[in-house]
């Protein structure tokens, strides 16, 4: 029987023969950028890559997801190695798509090539493994248009326009990838999961044990009457004016959310028509609301829909408000994460790692980790900030060579001698909530609600 060692070597010799070919596919996803739940050519490549490698992959998993298993020699655990195939919408990036707006700003194309990379060198070693691997391409981790997401949750169920347990087979229940991809089924058998995520620009090459935000967005659309502006202004009800109150309610908020519970709250306002002679009839306020735990993200949303009620109660205004969950928060698996770690230390070298930190952004990952043990570390190879026009990977080897090399090693050590480390893992980490359990919370956070002063 070969060690971890010897495995580890051997897939490492396989990935290295092909790094340059790993690297050139993260480079060629990067040039061709694709917007959530339409990452048809995104898709059909990592497709194509697995098929190369022998395997048979299941494509248009939530739309255009794509799911194939290396097998092992007997049914022990099963790992996802997971990446993310859509882009954000950035139209200003240099590499945007033209047509969609479409640009990947965040990384995620060397995610995939990472889990390309992986599969390369794991074909390799999976005959002396005890277990299986899920090679999983996800889609729409980032949010789409915000108003259509929340027109759409309106009707979904456990919203206000739909029954519950409705099946819509036009679209996804979701607004994020890995929520659909668990509703419909397709990390069913799996035990845990990882993914490697690129940093931001000047950061560590290496990260892990790091623990994001939950988010969600509230849109509150404000009702008024409209009326001359200069003969007869006490005719109309401004709604303009009550969103710019509610504004501030939500701004006089910010120093009594608790610190540890890490809220965050973005707005903006738009709407009050075009006519200066005439009192706006009408005007939008969305926010995306951030917090490090469900109940804070709960609480921090109510805070929200509150203040747009009082910005509505003040003016005798009209107030929609519409609640939608976009990620849970992530609390990634510290079992999980000390193999990874003890992976990439010899991958990165000398190069400054960190460990732990607590992130403000979001991931659908988050959601994964509620029903199952996850890591997700932070590899190097980018410059400028996430989600920002300068972002880009830079060094391929870092973003998605370094990344294929240390997750292939982490399944290794997990699945190798019976997957001791493993079920290991599996034992000190149980899930927090079962699949069901995990949609029923989904749901019930999304909701729409109105208030009319009278």
């Known amino acids: 029987m070969s060690t971890a060692a010897g495995l580890k070597r051997a897939a490492y010799a396989a990935m290295e023969r092909r790094a340059d070919a790993i690297a050139s596919l993260s480079d060629e996803l990067m040039r061709t950028p694709e917007p959530g739940y339409a990452e048809y050519a995104t898709a059909a490549r990592f ?110 169920p456990g919203g206000a326009d739909g029954p519950d347990g409705a099946e819509r087979a036009d679209r996804a229940e979701f607004p994020v990838g890995k929520a659909e991809l668990l509703r419909t089924g397709a990390f069913d058998g799996v035990d845990m999961a990882l993914l490697a995520h690129t940093g931001r620009g000047g950061g560590p090459r290496f990260s892990v044990g790091d623990t994001l935000n939950g988010s969600c967005l509230v849109r509150a659309r404000f009702g008024g009457r409209s009326a001359h502006a200069g003969s007869t202004p006490w005719l109309g009800v401004n709604a303009l004016k009550a969103a710019t109150l509610a504004a501030h309610a939500i701004d006089a908020q910010r120093e009594a959310f608790p610190e540890d519970e890490s809220v965050r709250v973005n707005y903006l306002v738009t709407g009050g028509g075009s006519a200066l002679g005439s009192v706006p009839s009408s005007a939008v306020l969305h926010a995306m609301v951030r917090a490090a735990g469900v109940d804070a993200l709960r609480r921090a949303a109510e805070t929200v829909a509150r203040c747009a009620r009082a910005g ?143």
């Open 312 to 454: 509505a109660l003040a003016l005798g205004a009209r107030v929609e408000t519409d609640t939608l969950l976009a990620y849970l928060p992530l609390h990634p698996a510290p079992a999980l994460d000390d193999v990874v770690a003890r992976n990439a230390g010899p991958v990165v070298g000398d190069a400054p790692t960190a460990r732990g930190r607590h992130l403000g952004a979001c991931t659908d990952m988050g959601d994964l980790a509620h029903v199952m043990p996850v890591s997700h570390p932070y590899c190097g190879g980018a410059a400028g900030d996430h989600h920002s026009t300068d972002y880009r990977v830079v060094d391929h080897r870092a973003a998605a060579v370094e990344p294929a090399l240390y997750l292939a090693g982490t399944v290794v050590d997990l699945l190798c001698d019976g997957a001791a480390e493993a079920r290991r893992v599996l034992r000190e980490t149980p899930p927090r909530m079962s699949v069901p359990e995990y949609l029923d919370l989904r749901r019930s956070i999304t909701r729409r609600r109105t208030w009319e002063e009278t």
């Open 47 to 156: 497709g194509s890559w697995l098929e190369d490698l022998g395997l048979t992959p299941r494509t248009g998993l939530a739309g255009t997801g794509v799911a194939a298993v290396l097998r092992g020699r007997d049914d022990g655990p099963r790992i996802a190695l997971v990446g993310e195939l859509d882009a954000l919408a950035l139209p200003e990036h240099p590499l945007a798509d033209p047509a969609t707006g479409a640009a990947h700003a965040c990384g995620h194309h060397a995610q995939i090539a990472a889990v390309a990379g992986a599969a390369l060198g794991l074909r390799e070693v999976m005959a002396e493994l005890d277990g299986s691997v899920a090679l999983i391409a996800a889609p729409a981790e980032e949010l789409g248009d915000a108003d259509a997401l929340l027109d759409a949750a309106a009707g979904a």
